[in-house]
């Protein structure tokens, strides 16, 4: 369970660091704000999909829906890191995401 509180913080950390908190605001100011908030999420996206594209036997089909789902969730952490509780809020929202995702993975798994 620890390592999946300390991987959960550690990692959406340094991701909303990345593409909240640098990328996104980056494009924002030279291109507008739609369009640096859909291609940072889309950059965000397509990091995944390159990881699960190491997945020996993967289908296209679930890679790009993995790609989509998370362009959308890039979206949703862009405009939430907008809002009143910026960018710590887009990282305790990807955090608790991540750590469900882990656990359900490690039960999927028959680990716990």
Avoid: K, Q
Wanted: aromatic content about 12%; some cysteine.
């Amino acid at each position: 369970m620890a390592v999946v509180l300390f991987l959960s913080c550690f990692n959406s950390a340094i991701e909303e660091l990345h593409f909240r908190a640098w990328l996104d605001p980056a494009l924002s100011r030279s291109l507008g704000n739609v369009p640096g908030i859909l291609i940072s999420a889309l950059a965000f996206g397509c990091m995944h999909g390159l990881i699960f594209f190491g997945i020996p036997g993967i289908a296209l089909t679930p890679l790009f829906l993995i790609i989509g789902a998370l362009t959308i969730a890039g979206v949703c952490w862009s405009l939430l890191t907008r809002m009143r509780g910026g960018i710590h809020a887009a990282w305790w929202s990807h955090a608790c995401a991540d750590a469900l995702l882990m656990l359900w993975g490690l039960h999927w798994l028959g680990y716990i």
